[in-house]
């Protein structure tokens, strides 16, 4: 049983406190992302976990063993970086050999280990080459197999994907997904790509300035963001997002448009939906509202829509299959798929 | 970008050429001179080149000279200083490459202003200093002075090409298993030895050249080669072909070293111009 636990965690840079307390918990096996935009602090989370750097107050508990005041080499744990740190004066095969080579365990073992962990990530044609001569997802690999060399309680992964090319991550994102299920590792992985954390994660952290925004499985963070930071983070093209009035069962857009929903809503709110939700057609329905096409991004799978209720930008995502209507479009907001913020606080509406 | 006329090469290597004769023309005249009888010297321009060679002059400086006494204090001292210098140099330097602490690049600063003084400045005070501590004409108060002046190329050097390698090479080999120590001697220090050597080279440089300091802390036991040179311009004679060989004895060594290393000297050279 590897989990980890993280109990409130604190960190500040002088007056700076980066990371105004965290905790969390990862169950054995669990993959966990660590989500959030650049400077909010889940790399220090992770450095903190991995004990390279320290923390202010809080404890971290790596499969029931208080690491907090250990070094790392005493945590074990493996750690994947964003520039992969091969040790360029290595072969790959000392590379990944070196941590065993510490432990002074027997050569046999470590070459039983090497041919292993080689074949399990298709790299044993690559053994005798130096870091310098590999391709950046060969470089990764490396990276990879020189983590689970050991067979350590937990990964740590930070942003190991952002150097590599499209096609290539999205590769390397299944590799490292299906590697962690068959391995049964507990990972924390942190990353800024919302793709990343939504595809590979069984939970998502979404941190902005040191604190959790929210923590739950992909589609309920999708699906429910608790605040409008959440909602414009994750989910591409980002969620609509628009400050109407409301007045009794209807919300009123700066336009002056309404649109009648189910509940009942006080002052202003700040109306969410996404781009995928919005039902574009030809024809004014009851309780459609009208829209201006402005421009169209084509996709390939679907079109962008980009156009605006009166004044009000909106994006729409559209199938691409389906023929768009040329004059006088109008959009509908389908009611079980509609987000309400509270303006100020930003957070989700109960 | 366009392919460059003849006449561009032919104006580039004209001018390379000239370069080349104008720092070339003094060694190859000590060379020349060292082969020479005294009279051979003063003969005039036309038998500059054309002479018959001898080597009286180096058997006469041999024999009146421990010349190979003083070679050796050069090296002992040029390399006993050159190993003091990096060892505490690059350990300074990991610390400010490495740690963040109030006013580290005012230290570091500080550190490299010590190199801009003029050597003569602490001359005086290092004479009085040693002849209290006893160190006057000793190779290990030579090495001393030395590596005061070394120190200060060695970090701020070393700094530089710590900063170049990433720190996550050293937080790989900890998270591995290593400790700090064990971690800067496996992965930092190897990946480094390039740039170790680079500096070396400088700094066994400066102290076998060196001769304001070997002329006021020696006197005999300690004298390097460069102090004994002059003495061969007396009241009596001036020596020209003995100071020549004396200078191909003490050049020679460090023209072989040089060129063996100079692999190393040009990426250390050139490291230090892009450091950020």
Same mark, same amino acid.
């Given at each position: 049983m590897a989990s980890i636990d993280i109990r409130n965690l604190r960190k500040k840079f002088g007056d700076l406190e980066v990371i105004p307390g965290f905790s969390l918990h990862a169950e054995d096996r669990e993959f966990i992302s660590l989500l959030g935009p650049s400077g909010c602090g889940?790399?220090?989370? $992770? =450095?903190?976990?991995?004990?390279?750097?320290? %923390?202010?107050?809080? +404890?971290?508990?790596?499969?029931?063993?208080?690491?907090?005041?250990?070094?790392?080499?005493?945590? +074990?744990?493996?750690?994947?970086?964003?520039?992969?740190?091969?040790?360029?004066?290595?072969?790959?095969?000392?590379?990944?050999?070196?941590?065993?080579?510490?432990?002074?365990?027997?050569?046999?073992?470590? =070459? !039983?280990?090497v041919t292993e962990v080689s074949e399990l990530l298709q790299i044993q044609q690559l053994l005798q080459r130096r870091p310098a001569?590999?391709?950046?997802?060969?470089?990764?690999? &490396?990276?990879?197999?020189?983590?689970?060399?050991?067979?350590?309680?937990?990964?740590?992964? +930070?942003?190991?994907?952002?150097?590599?090319?499209?096609? %290539?991550?999205?590769?390397? =994102? &299944?590799? /490292?997904?299906?590697?962690?299920?068959? %391995?049964?590792?507990?990972?924390?992985?942190?990353?800024?790509?919302?793709?990343?954390?939504?595809?590979?994660?069984?939970?998502?952290?979404?941190?902005?300035?040191?604190?959790?925004?929210?923590?739950?499985?992909?589609?309920?963070?999708?699906?429910?963001?608790?605040?409008?930071?959440?909602?414009?983070?994750?989910?591409?093209?980002?969620?609509?997002?628009?400050?109407?009035?409301?007045?009794?069962?209807?919300?009123?857009?700066?336009? #002056?448009?309404?649109?009648?929903?189910?509940?009942?809503?006080?002052?202003?709110?700040?109306?969410? @939906?996404?781009?995928? =939700?919005? !039902?574009?057609?030809?024809?004014?329905?009851?309780?459609?509202?009208?829209?201006? /096409? &402005?421009? &169209?991004?084509?996709?390939?799978?679907? !079109?962008?829509?980009?156009?605006?209720?009166?004044?009000?930008?909106?994006?729409v995502a559209f199938p691409e299959d389906v023929p768009l209507p040329t004059n006088g479009a109008s959009v509908s907001l389908p009611g079980n798929y509609l987000h309400f913020f509270d303006p100020e606080s930003g957070k989700r509406l109960a | 970008m366009a392919p460059k006329s003849r006449l561009y090469w032919i104006v580039c290597y004209f001018i390379l050429a000239l370069y080349g004769v104008f720092t070339l023309l003094p060694i190859a005249y000590l060379v020349v001179s060292s082969f020479k009888t005294q009279l051979q010297i003063y003969a005039g321009v036309s038998s500059t080149f054309w002479f018959t060679p001898t080597l009286e002059s180096y058997r006469f400086i041999f024999e009146t000279k421990p010349i190979l006494h003083m070679l050796m204090n050069t090296l002992i001292v040029s390399v006993g200083s050159t190993v003091f210098s990096l060892v505490f140099g690059t350990i300074a330097a990991y610390a400010l490459a490495r740690y963040r602490f109030r006013g580290r690049d005012d230290l570091a600063f500080y550190i490299l202003s010590i190199r801009m003084f003029p050597p003569i400045v602490a001359a005086l005070p290092i004479f009085m200093i040693f002849n209290n501590l006893n160190l006057l004409d000793s190779k290990i108060g030579l090495i001393i002075a030395y590596t005061s002046f070394n120190l200060?190329?060695?970090?701020?050097?070393?700094?530089?090409? /710590?900063?170049?390698?990433?720190?996550?090479?050293?937080?790989?080999?900890?998270?591995?298993?290593?400790?700090?120590? #064990?971690?800067?001697? +496996?992965?930092? $220090?190897?990946?480094?030895?390039?740039? @170790?050597?680079?500096?070396?080279?400088?700094? /066994? @440089?400066?102290?076998?050249?060196?001769?304001?300091?070997?002329?006021?802390?020696?006197?005999?036991?300690?004298?390097?080669?460069?102090?004994?040179?002059?003495?061969? @311009?007396?009241?009596?004679?001036?020596?020209?072909?003995?100071?020549a060989a004396a200078g191909m004895v003490l050049v020679m060594p460090v023209l072989i070293f040089s060129f063996l290393a100079q692999r190393y000297m040009v990426r250390g050279m050139s490291m230090?111009?892009? !450091?950020?």
């Open positions: 889940k790399s220090t989370i $992770l =450095r903190i976990v991995a004990g390279l750097e320290e %923390l202010t107050s809080g +404890d971290v508990v790596i499969a029931g063993r208080n690491v907090t005041a250990l070094e790392p080499k005493d945590r +074990d744990i493996a750690m994947v970086f964003q520039n992969y740190a091969l040790y360029p004066h290595k072969s790959v095969f000392e590379n990944l050999a070196y941590g065993l080579r510490i432990r002074k365990r027997p050569e046999d073992e470590i =070459r !039983k280990r001569q590999l391709s950046g997802g060969q470089q990764q690999r &490396v990276a990879m197999g020189r983590a689970i060399m050991r067979e350590p309680a937990a990964f740590l992964f +930070d942003e190991p994907l952002s150097n590599l090319d499209a096609k %290539l991550r999205n590769h390397m =994102r &299944v590799e /490292i997904r299906q590697l962690q299920q068959r %391995l049964g590792i507990t990972t924390l992985y942190v990353t800024h790509d919302q793709v990343e954390a939504m595809t590979m994660s069984d939970r998502i952290v979404v941190l902005n300035h040191g604190m959790i925004e929210q923590i739950g499985k992909p589609l309920e963070i999708y699906e429910t963001p608790a605040s409008i930071f959440v909602a414009t983070f994750i989910g591409s093209p980002a969620m609509n997002l628009v400050r109407v009035r409301t007045d009794g069962n209807a919300l009123v857009f700066p336009s #002056g448009d309404r649109l009648s929903v189910e509940r009942q809503l006080q002052g202003d709110v700040v109306l969410g @939906i996404r781009p995928e =939700r919005i !039902k574009l057609s030809a024809s004014k329905s009851e309780n459609s509202l009208p829209f201006e /096409i &402005v421009l &169209v991004e084509e996709l390939g799978a679907q !079109k962008i829509i980009h156009g605006r209720i009166g004044a009000t930008e909106m994006t | 200060p190329f060695v970090v701020w050097m070393m700094t530089g090409f /710590i900063k170049a390698v990433p720190v996550q090479l050293e937080e790989a080999a900890m998270v591995d298993g290593q400790s700090q120590l #064990g971690a800067i001697r +496996d992965i930092l $220090l190897p990946v480094l030895r390039p740039s @170790i050597l680079a500096v070396a080279i400088f700094c /066994i @440089i400066f102290s076998w050249n060196e001769f304001l300091f070997a002329l006021i802390l020696t006197k005999s036991q300690a004298k390097t080669l460069p102090v004994a040179i002059p003495e061969f @311009i007396t009241w009596t004679e001036v020596g020209w072909n003995y100071v230090g111009a892009i !450091k950020d």
